[in-house]
């Protein structure tokens, strides 16, 4: 069964830095792109960065350029997101999803983890 | 940058089809997926590439695609059913683009 298990979550003052992690079980880690997805209390699903299998292709939505960085590591089965110079419209359930195939082209998560909430407040 | 543009609520009497849509320029030329998320839940994907349903998703959601609008159909809609449908395509700019979400009540 796969399993995806978000932590590092937590209250951070504007211009803070936090680092969430997804443990990932059930599935041969590395043979699939991973993505960050994130929810604002209230609103949609916003897409925040993926990575391929191989950890050697990364993408970032506008919004958090320069200052998220997503990175893997495989033998450890485990993602993460660094999130640098936080701002308060950062503030949102942060998922990770598996995506379907590598390499990321297509978008499609069909398994997601339950999130770790991130609030970012003075 | 694309846009997808779904309704904010939508309501289904228990028992009845309810039919969610999405809109976007030509969307029909794109693969549409939807993802139900329960309060508090994660997300789920529901429907993939317009019509597929992963295992385990029962037969009463569908799924269709063309010009301007995709639409997901649920039929004999259950209490179970409640919650957010959100669809999202690819878009070779901006990636992955996610619709504002729907919320199904079942009345």
């Known amino acids: 069964e796969v399993q995806l298990v978000e932590s590092g979550g937590g209250l951070v003052q504007p211009g803070g830095s936090l680092r969430l992690s997804c443990a990932a079980s059930?599935?041969?880690?590395?043979?699939?792109?991973m993505t960050w997805v994130r929810q604002a209390p209230g609103k949609g699903l916003e897409w925040v960065s993926s990575?391929?299998?191989?950890?050697?292709?990364?993408y970032y939505a506008d919004s958090v350029k320069g200052r998220f960085t997503i990175s893997r590591d495989n033998p450890e089965n485990t993602l993460y997101l660094q999130m640098n110079s936080l701002r308060i419209e950062d503030t949102a359930v942060y998922y990770c999803?598996?995506?379907?195939?590598?390499?990321?082209?297509?978008?499609?998560?069909?398994?997601w983890g339950q999130g770790t909430l991130v609030t970012v407040s003075p | 940058s694309y846009e997808l543009t779904q309704p904010l609520s939508v309501s289904v009497a228990l028992g009845q089809t309810a039919t969610i849509t999405c809109g976007g320029d030509?969307?029909?030329?794109?693969?549409v997926h939807w993802y139900h998320q329960k309060p508090g839940q994660a997300p789920v994907l529901v429907i993939y590439?317009?019509?597929n349903r992963p295992s385990g998703i029962p037969e009463r959601l569908s799924g269709s695609n063309s010009g301007n609008t995709a639409t997901l159909t649920i039929s004999s809609a259950q209490v179970g059913d409640e919650g957010d449908y959100s669809c999202?395509?690819?878009?070779?700019?901006?990636?992955?683009?996610f619709g504002g979400g729907t919320k199904l009540t079942v009345l």
């Open positions: 999803a598996r995506d379907e195939d590598f390499d990321f082209w297509s978008g499609l998560s069909d398994h």
């Open positions: 590439r317009n019509t």
């Open positions: 030509n969307i029909g030329s794109r693969p």
């Open positions: 999202q395509v690819w878009d070779s700019t901006t990636h992955v683009v």
């Open positions: 059930g599935f041969t880690f590395s043979s699939y792109a």
């Open positions: 990575v391929n299998g191989g950890g050697s292709r990364t």
